[in-house]
Structure formats: C-alpha cells, structure tokens
C-alpha cells in the first residue's frame, strides 16, 4: 500500500469498499455532534473510494465461471451504490441542518438518480424545495412523499411551513395588488 501523511490507502476494491464504511460512520459521529461541515467532508470523501469500483467490480463478476454472478447487480444497487446514495442523503441532510437548501436538493436529486424511489432522498428534495420557499415543487414533492409516508412528523412539518408559505405569498400579492390599485385612483 502506498503511504502518504501515515495514511494507508486500501488497494484492493474490499478494502475501498471496508474504507468507506468507516468513513460512513465517522460521519454519523460527527453528524450526532452536531458536525455538519466535518460530517460533509467525510461523506463527500466516500465518492474517492468507491466512484468507478462498480466497472471494476463487474468484470471481474463477468469473468468469473459463474453465469449468474451479475444477474443480483442488476436488479439491486451494488454495494459501492448504496454507499453512494447513503453518502449523497447524508450530505444532504447535512445541508439542510445548515439551511443550505440548494446544496441540499442538488444532493437528494445525486441520490435519486442512483435509486429513485428511495423515500428519504424524496422527503429531503420536499425539504430543500420548502427550504427554498419554491412552493410549487415542494408542493408536488410533499404529495409524492405523504403517499408512502403520510405520518411521518418531517412531513406534517413540511405541509405546516408549506400552508405558512402560501398564506405568506398570498398576503404579499394582496398588498402588491392593493398598492397597483390605489395607484391607479391617484392619477386622476
């Protein structure tokens, strides 16, 4: 193994693979603490470990004697995967416990395109787009979710701030409205 800074980098893809559980957990740590940023950066130093370990790891399920050796990767998210989206919906709730929403929903729409139908990676985009004070998606986004999760207290939150935004914007184009017409009454 090559040594930088008494650093060992794992050569084999296990031991990527083993490298970036920890990092995983590591994460959680300081996620728990309250760590965001440090949080952040173990997350997003995954992506260095297992990015391009999935090509690696299918030829050489390929070429193996076994037929039915990449017939399951198929059909679930490998192992190097579900870290991935793990590592995008960790990073991106990170980014909304530091009210960074764009972070936040680019992050949840990186895990979504691994595995669309992960509910979490749906609820945080809801929370990014609420965050964003976007009302049509968060909207569309809280209706996909409460589907599945109609209980879920992230999502009762979610249509409380979301019936606040509303009631904010409409107050808003109320007074707009109000002052394009008292304007027009004063020009005569």
Do not use: W
């Amino acid at each position: 193994m090559s040594s930088s800074n008494n650093f060992e980098i794992p050569e084999t893809s296990e031991g990527k693979i083993n490298y970036a559980k920890k990092l995983k957990d590591d994460g959680n740590d300081q996620f728990k603490q309250g760590n965001y940023l440090k949080a952040i950066k173990l997350y997003k130093t995954i992506f260095l470990y297992v990015t391009g370990l999935e090509s690696n790891l299918m030829s050489v399920m390929s070429n193996n004697n076994n037929p039915n050796a990449g017939s399951s990767a198929s059909q679930t998210l490998s192992e190097t995967e579900q870290l991935q989206v793990t590592a995008n919906l960790n990073i991106a709730q990170c980014y909304l416990k530091l009210e960074k929403y764009e972070q936040a929903l680019e992050y949840s729409q990186r895990a979504l395109k691994l595995e669309p139908n992960n509910i979490k990676g749906r609820l945080r985009k809801a929370l990014a787009h609420l965050g964003l004070n976007d009302i049509d998606n968060s909207e569309r986004a809280l209706e996909d979710v409460s589907k599945e999760i109609p209980n879920d207290p992230l999502v009762k939150q979610g249509y409380k701030k979301l019936e606040a935004l509303k009631k904010e914007h409409r107050t808003k184009e109320k007074k707009m409205m109000m002052g394009i017409f008292s304007g027009l009454g004063s020009d005569q």
